[in-house]
């Protein structure tokens, strides 16, 4: 496989596809915030999903709630890391997705975290 930096230059993105024409407008929305709350990560998730073929089902339970989610988001935002447990929370309440994990914690800190989708794989692993 080629080196993905190598082609990435040489990869024709059409700035008029709706998927690309969005994702400023959701960046700016997320990460202008300094800090997150109960109301940020759902309306995000939301946005997120919105972004995305798939259908946002907030999965809270007595040991894992949105309140975990917004604890989680505020330490991506202001830390750049989270565990792989802590990921993993996260995915289970976002859609059970670590892909919808991935991109909302993209949307958060954009510089630290990578959106992780099948599309990607594909790209990587052909």
Known sequence: MQDVFQLEPLTEIDQRQSYIRAYPHILASLRSRQVLDEQDFVCG???????????????????????????????????????????ERLAQLVNRSVVGASKLLHFVNPEAFAIWDSRIYRFIHR
């Open 45 to 87: 998730a939301h946005m997120v999903y919105g972004w995305m073929p798939t259908i946002l089902e907030i999965h809270a339970s007595e040991s894992l709630d949105v309140r975990n989610g917004v604890a989680l988001l505020n330490k991506a935002s202001a830390e750049g890391c989270l565990s792989e447990d802590e990921i």
